[in-house]
């Protein structure tokens, strides 16, 4: 497994992964538009990493990796930053037949090496696997604490809302 950024036209794929959770309200819809307005956010972890060493190897541009065997998505999730403290990290999906074998953690380890990079003190998160977060160092916090800019720019757009149901978390880097 490898973890990059994507590109542009890994969003299509990246929209198939997400569907079902979409569906079933787990994660919140992106649109197009805003997904490719983030592309920078997103961490993508595939399987076959001897590809993405050929295209380097190569010096392939990623919209020639159609040469090559398209590699499997695994996952993804973005760091969203809110302030120059706090980032968030959203969109944690796996692929079904990858989950339990340590993608997610590899792509919150990911995303929390970046906040480093970036001198953020502060991560978020709100999620259904609360045990997940907490064996990386994430504790839980009141709903209360969660900065308003995330409430009313993505929260508002959920089905649940404003009975949410999911956990906040935070670790502090």
């Known amino acids: 497994m490898i973890i ?7 969003i299509p794929f990246m929209r198939e992964l997400l569907a079902p ?17 983030m592309i920078r956010s997103y961490h993508i972890a595939w399987e076959e990493e001897e590809i993405l060493q050929t295209q380097q190897k190569l010096h392939l541009s990623p919209n020639n990796l159609e040469e090559l065997k398209r590699p ?16 968030e990290i959203r ?12 993608i997610a953690t590899a792509l919150i380890l990911d995303c929390i090496k970046e ?14 696997k609360k045990v997940l ?16 800019q995330k409430i009313w720019a993505d929260c508002i757009l959920c089905k649940h809302f404003p009975l949410c149901d999911e956990v906040a978390l935070i670790k502090h880097i």
């Open 133 to 148: 977060f907490e064996k990386l160092g994430f504790i839980e916090i009141p709903k209360e604490k969660i900065p308003n």
């Open 21 to 37: 959770e979409v569906e079933r309200g787990i994660i919140l819809e992106r649109p197009i538009e805003v997904m490719a307005n």
């Open 72 to 87: 499997k998505m695994l996952g993804f999730c973005a760091l969203h930053i809110h302030s120059q403290t706090l980032a």
């Open 91 to 102: 969109s944690l999906i796996v692929a079904p037949f990858m989950q339990r074998k340590g």
């Open 115 to 128: 906040g480093v990079k970036l001198n953020i003190s502060e991560i978020l998160v709100l999620t259904y």
């Open 4 to 10: 990059t950024q994507p590109t542009l036209k890994d």
